[in-house]
């Protein structure tokens, strides 16, 4: 896997990576960046979020649930000093579905989290991951 990263002015930065997709990244303006695009620690949270969400709609896919909504909601708290990275993760799995057990969704939480997320195997190394969820009739 490569990607590259050109600046486009001060710190922001347009990332282009193996599936030929861009993304902006950007700062603050007092970081000399444009405040105008995810930064990077975000970014880790937005995948984060989205490697376990699709663990989970596979999974749950394959438990035969029909899924009709479904969202991740990510809180993190990080280190004070440097390099300031993540210590506690929180997702919450907000899943709309009229036949779905909560113990079947716990199952692919955890087997997500625990097993097949790759963000998840490398946020781990720094923060305690937790999560809950609601399941909306």
């Known amino acids: 896997m490569k990607t590259t990263i050109k600046q486009i002015e001060g ?16 700062t603050s303006v007092k970081d000399q960046g444009a405040d105008g695009a995810t930064g990077p620690m975000e970014m880790v949270l937005n995948a984060l979020g989205s490697c376990s969400a699709i663990d989970v709609l596979l999974i749950l896919k394959k438990m035969r649930v029909q899924v009709d909504d479904f969202e991740v909601n990510i809180e993190a708290e990080r280190s ?12 919450e799995y907000v899943v709309k579905s009229s036949n779905l057990k909560a113990s079947n969704l716990e199952k692919a939480i955890k087997l997500s989290i625990g097993t097949y997320c790759s963000v998840a195997g490398m946020v781990d190394k720094t923060a305690e991951i937790t999560t809950s969820y609601k399941i909306v009739d």
């Open 11 to 26: 710190t922001t930065f347009a990332a282009i990576s193996d599936s030929n997709h861009w993304s902006v990244l950007d």
């Open 80 to 91: 004070d000093a440097h390099p300031k990275v993540f210590t506690r993760v929180h997702l």
